[in-house]
Structure formats: C-alpha cells, structure tokens
C-alpha cells in the first residue's frame, strides 16, 4: 500500500508541470504501454483528478476505470492548440493505437464535412462522412455534427445554394418546366433545377461561399453584428436574439480540422470487392487475394528508425494485426535494410507455420524496396509469396513480374486499395510519431 502511494506521489508531482490548456492525455503501463488516451480542456487538472489521495474511484469512475489506474505506471500529455484539435487528434490516436480501456472510438465511425460538389454544372452543398473521390471540396473533419446541420441552413439563407441530390445539367432544356421545392419559395436557394438562375450566376454563388469558407468571414459577420444591434436598439429582441445565434454558429465554422493533418483515410477507400477482384486479376493470382499486408520505414527525426506492418482483410483495415518493429541491426539510413529486417522478423512465424502467410505483401516504395523484400524472403527459404510495391508521386504500382511499373488510372478500384494500404502504413509509422513529436508514448512493438 505504502508502495502504491509513493508511485501516486511520483505521478502527481510530475502532472504539476503539465500545461492547464487542452489537450490529450495518456496513462501509461509497465513498458510504456498506453493503456487509455483521454482528452481535456485543462490537462494538469484532468490528469490529476485521478490521482488525488483519498478518493474512490471505484464509486466516482466506475471499476474499469479503477483497474486501470491500479496499472499505471506514468502519465504523459500532448499539448493541442484548441480543443476541436485534441477531439480529432483523440479520435485518430485511440484508432491507431487501440489502448485496451478505450472502449469508443474503435469502431469505423468517422467526422463529417461539407462538400461543395464543384464538378457539376451546378454544385451543391452536402453534409457527408462519405465524400466523393473526385470533383468536390472538402472542409472539415468537423466534430459537431449537431452546430453543423445548424450553420447549414444558416450558409444556405446567406448564398441560396442547392442541397439536393438532383442532377442537374446546363443543357437540360426541360428545366424551364420543373417545378422548383419549397426552399425557393422560401429564398433560401436560387432553384437552378427549374432554370431560374444561369449557370455562371450560380457558379459566382460558390465562388462567393469558397471565398467565404476559406476566409476570416469578416464582412458578413461585420454585417449580422450591425443587424443584431440595430434589432437590440429597435426592442426587437427576438430577432437580435436570432442574429446572435448565427453569428455564433458562423463563428463555430473554426472549429474544425482539415482533411490532410486529421487525415481520415477509412473516408476515402474504395469498393473492396470490386478493388479486390481487379488486384486479382492484375497479380494474375490463381487464389482471391485476401489478405494484404503493408510494410513502411520511417526515421524518426532523422535518428530513431521505426518500421510499421498494417493488415487489411477482404479491402478493410484489421487494426488488431498492425505492428512496428524498432530496427535493431540497421546502422545509418538504409530503407532497403530495413525493409528486409522487418520482413525477417515479421514472417519468421509464418515460416514456422505458427501464423498465415499474407496473399499479398506490399512495400511502400519503388522496384528496389520490393526487391529487397523479394530478396529477405528467398534468404528465409519462403514459399512464393506475390510482393508489390507502390513509389509516391508518380504512384507506380511494380510487380515481381518485371521491371516496368504498371500504370493504373487515378480512379481505378485497385490502385484506390494500394494507396489505402500504403497510406495506412506509412501514416501509422510516421504520422502517429509526427503527432507525438518524439514522446516516448509507443506500444505494440515488435
């Protein structure tokens, strides 16, 4: 007992130089293993509530909770620059990571955007967690969905956009005939399906709504605030009151992340079945490929070399089968032996037939990473196993079957699935250390 307060003591002496702004933070276990990620809008606070002498978690958190601070051997944070941040970042880390006392954020659910359709003759504006692959603009992750169905229809009365599902075209000489919906009527869009705007007056419309997405809003703002005030002055409160709610909601716009930096890749997948049978064929595989495992390199600051293995099942991501592998043998900068250490290690099991070899084994990078994996593998005596890799860029997908890379198009199934996986390997083997800024918060190492 006098043990376990003396380390409580350690704890809590440590979270008193923790910042009191936002933030994530993580409890972790014997060999830094994080064992729960938490998020909060004053971490020092956050963090030592559960360590205060005295007090009974079992009653105030429940007894997972309890459990497993009686695991805890430290508590480390990262800092965020707002809370929509440590949401995002919370959200992602939790799905990375996996920490056994998570219980939500494990599942497939994701943050919605909005989109603004800008490859149609007349674009529309969608709230969606499952974009388009081409012809839109995304803003977001957004973590309210509730503030964003609101500020919605807030943009819609400002720009008259359409948010329907219609197709319509420019040259459709029968919409001069259709009967416009109720939101025409309304003023609340300029009803391009029954032709009662032309297409570049419209187009200005979301050139407007860009200019405004991208900007500080400063004018229209300007201008609800001096309608609010004029309605305050004139004892029409309940518009004031109205006029302040969607300054608010404007305001809200902020709060947001962006697809590239709280990157969703599970959003942006493409049909597994059909990306699947086209692999097949392109491999010329005898057997449906199944199960595909990637493989990436990344130097930490130049220094600590991390490899990472994802796993995919039938086209979708099997997190309980990702693992890094801290390179031990390699000196220096050597992607190509690296590549082969982590092929050795990771396959020593299979080759022991204590696990399943992989359909496909892919290798983020070009026809030199692939032969040092081809390489690796004859060394350990393998069965034939089909390799590829996919180099950034140019995306050039090779082959064992020769020297010259296959060039898929941009839309096709197959090539959307070879991105995912290696995007997934890279994106676990170094975004998740970018995000940490070097903390020494890893588990699941191999």
């Given at each position: 007992?006098a ?123 969608y ?21 964003l ?39 609340q ?8 705007i ?42 004031a ?142 069965p ?11 995306e ?23 991105q ?27």
């Amino acid at each position: 007992m006098a043990e376990k307060q003396d380390k409580y003591a350690k704890i809590r002496e440590k979270i008193r130089e923790f910042p009191a702004g936002p933030g994530l933070y993580f409890m972790k276990g014997s060999g830094d293993k994080v064992l729960y990620i938490g998020k909060a809008k004053n971490l020092r606070s956050r963090a030592a509530s559960y360590f205060q002498p005295g007090s009974d978690l079992f009653s105030s958190r429940g007894p997972k909770i309890a459990e497993m601070i009686a695991k805890v051997e430290s508590v480390d944070f990262l800092e965020s620059p707002n809370e929509v941040d440590a949401v995002l970042q919370e959200a992602r880390l939790i799905k990375d990571i996996r920490p056994p006392y998570n219980t939500d954020l494990v599942d497939d659910k994701t943050f919605p955007y909005l989109e603004i359709t800008t490859g149609e003759d007349f674009p529309a504006v969608y709230i969606t967690r499952k974009p388009q692959s081409r012809g839109s603009i995304l803003f977001g992750p957004f973590t309210a969905v509730k503030d964003l169905r609101s500020v919605l229809v807030v943009l819609q009365k400002i720009f008259r956009f359409r948010t329907c599902k219609l197709d319509i075209k420019d040259n459709d000489t029968k919409r001069r005939f259709f009967r416009p919906c109720l939101l025409f009527s309304i003023k609340q869009c300029t009803a391009p399906c029954g032709a009662k705007i032309d297409k570049q007056e419209y187009k200005k419309i979301i050139r407007d709504l860009l200019k405004f997405m991208r900007s500080k809003r400063s004018t229209i703002l300007r201008q609800l605030k001096k309608q609010m005030a004029e309605a305050s002055e004139a004892f029409e409160y309940e518009k004031a009151a109205m006029l302040r709610d969607r300054i608010r909601l404007i305001e809200r716009l902020d709060q947001r992340g962006t697809p590239d930096e709280h990157v969703q890749p599970e959003v942006f997948a493409a049909d597994p079945a059909e990306a699947l049978a086209k692999l097949r064929e392109i491999l010329e595989s005898p057997e449906p490929i199944r199960t595909i495992e990637g493989i990436d390199i990344a130097n930490i600051a130049g220094a600590e070399a991390v490899g990472s293995l994802v796993k995919f099942i039938d086209g979708k991501p099997f997190k309980n089968g990702y693992r890094r592998f801290k390179i031990k043998t390699v000196k220096g900068i050597d992607d190509y032996a690296m590549i082969a250490e982590v092929v050795k290690r990771r396959y020593k099991y299979a080759q022991k037939g204590e696990e399943l070899w992989p359909d496909l084994i892919l290798i983020d990078g070009g026809l030199g990473h692939l032969r040092a994996a081809e390489k690796a593998l004859e060394q350990m005596n393998a069965p034939a196993v089909k390799i590829a890799s996919i180099a950034k860029k140019q995306e050039d997908i090779y082959t064992q079957t020769g020297s010259r890379p296959l060039k898929l198009a941009a839309r096709s199934p197959a090539r959307k699935l070879l991105q995912y996986v290696r995007d997934e390997a890279h994106r676990f083997a170094q975004h998740y250390h970018h995000i940490l800024r070097g903390k020494k918060l890893l588990g699941k190492d191999s």
